[in-house]
């Protein structure tokens, strides 16, 4: 008797979608399994787009993601560079042993834009400042991003057609994730999860107009969603 393993089968849109909605998240991890026990690679579905670029005039979060900073950095020595553009506290600072991260929750959004005003922006629109003699990255947040409505939508918001996303980078907008996932089906909305100073968690939904783009996103063979 052979040892190989039975040819995979993905089940088509045409049977899928004859299943009971509330089926739908038992069905889509069996066959996730599926597909990881016959997939000797991830699979990777890669988009090759810009990430959006910052609009400094814009309404931000007074919080602000740091990276990049030395792995032994000190509380004073991040008082000395961010301290000079309003009061603030330090949240969740972690190490490793090439680098470090942390966030900088200002008392408000002026001073968010003060620090920004200050950086350097690369070619592509990434924010960099000074801690001494290192560079490090400053990752702001304009809360308009967290949500986006496609202004050509007319359809009303059906929780069973809602797909939950994860993992998402701190520059990724609601509508940058709706030009990705538009890629599956016609867009009715899409929200980005934020904490309580309206700054992203790296978590959001999108909800498609049919079902067809949820089921593709459930169904077909993809690990793993990539942006360029």
């Known amino acids: ?40 690679k991830r699979t990777t579905l890669l988009f090759n787009k810009n990430l959006s670029t910052v609009n400094i005039s814009g309404m931000f979060s007074q919080k602000v993601f740091v990276g990049g900073a030395p792995p032994g950095i000190s509380d004073t020595e991040i008082l000395n560079a961010f301290g000079k553009y309003g009061n603030f506290t330090i949240e969740k600072k972690k190490a490793n042993e090439k680098s470090s991260f942390f966030y900088v929750i200002y008392e408000s959004n002026q001073c968010v834009k003060g620090l920004l005003t200050t950086c350097v922006i690369n070619s592509v629109g990434e924010f960099y400042t000074r801690i001494g003699t290192h560079i490090v990255q400053v990752i702001p947040w304009e809360i308009n991003n967290s949500h986006y409505v496609p202004a050509t939508n007319m359809t009303l918001l059906d929780n069973k057609k809602v797909v939950f996303i994860g993992g998402l980078h701190g520059k990724m907008t609601a509508k940058f994730i709706a030009e990705v996932f538009s890629y599956f089906g016609p867009i009715v909305m899409v929200t980005i999860d934020v904490d309580k100073y309206k700054y992203p968690i790296g978590s959001g939904r999108v909800a498609f107009s049919d079902s067809q783009g949820k089921l593709l996103i459930l169904y077909l063979p993809y690990q793993e969603l990539r942006i360029k």
């Open 1 to 40: 008797m052979s040892n190989s393993a039975a040819p995979h089968s993905i089940l088509s849109i045409d049977q899928i979608t004859k299943v009971y909605y509330d089926e739908l998240t038992q069905l889509a991890r069996k066959n996730r399994r599926m597909s990881n026990s016959h997939l000797k």
